[in-house]
């Protein structure tokens, strides 16, 4: 699927960012004013990579309380105090805010890509979640083509931790964050995508279009096209009662647009 946008005019993109404020410490001890500090830190880092990325991007924020150290870097903040998965689930629960994202996302969206007033790219990202800009340009150029053939292009979330020694000697490395232990490296496979490498690929375009497939394909953040986005609003998943127990046909699973039936 060809860019919405026309001629050298850059994409346009919507996301939606989620994240959860730490009330003001009680005992405003030291670490507790860094530890804030820090969080807010990389929420700023992440805003300002969104605004990097090759797109003009208009971000909502989804937190439970008005954050100030984002203002100019947003679009517009939406609070949900008391964030609610949604029914079923009826309990407040700070965990729940990703799903008030989630109704954020796709509230009011037309579900049809030739309609007006559509962006080219939706975005879900939680508020620790960096994008680097190769990262978008590098799903951007391949996502329509895996699309086209069943598969689902997703960034990795990739985690870098530390450690010293007893010698004070600093240890490095990195993870995917949502595959690091044992049961996970079993049940994660990859596959070698040889005809998105040409016919007669070298080994070292075989090895630019491998891609992991891990048994959790969570990594918090999510990347749309439009025409997936089309899907996505046209199925259930956005639909925390539907989500959570898709079997059983509960009154609300119904796609966006589309005519509710006498409940069952």
Request: a neutral charge.
């Amino acid at each position: 699927m060809a860019p919405l946008a026309g001629g050298s005019e850059r994409p346009s993109a919507l996301a939606v960012v989620t994240f959860w404020g730490a009330a003001a410490p009680e005992h405003e001890t030291p670490l507790a004013l860094a530890q804030r500090a820090g969080r807010i830190s990389v929420l700023q880092c992440v805003l300002r990579g969104l605004a990097l990325l090759s797109a003009r991007v208009q971000v909502v924020l989804v937190t439970n309380r008005h954050i100030t150290e984002a203002s100019g870097l947003v679009a517009r903040q939406v609070l949900k105090p008391s964030p609610s998965c949604g029914p079923p689930r009826s309990e407040l629960n700070k965990l729940c805010l990703p799903w008030e994202a989630i109704r954020e996302l796709t509230r009011g969206r037309a579900g049809n890509c030739s309609s007006g007033r559509v962006f080219d790219y939706y975005l879900y990202v939680e508020g620790d979640v960096e994008i680097p800009s190769t990262t978008f340009d590098f799903w951007r150029s391949r996502v329509d083509a895996l699309h086209g053939r069943g598969y689902l292009l997703l960034p990795h979330r990739r985690e870098f931790r530390q450690a010293f020694g007893g010698d004070g000697s600093r240890i490095a490395w990195d993870v995917l964050a949502d595959c690091h232990r044992p049961l996970c490296r079993i049940e994660t496979e990859t596959f070698v995508d040889e005809e998105g490498a040409g016919e007669g690929a070298r080994e070292a375009d075989l090895l630019d279009h491998t891609y992991v497939q891990p048994a959790n394909p969570y990594t918090a953040v999510s990347l749309l096209t439009c025409a997936q986005f089309e899907e996505y609003l046209h199925g259930v998943q956005w639909d925390y009662g539907c989500a959570a127990n898709p079997s059983s046909r509960p009154r609300r699973c119904c796609p966006i647009g589309a005519t509710r039936g006498p409940a069952r």
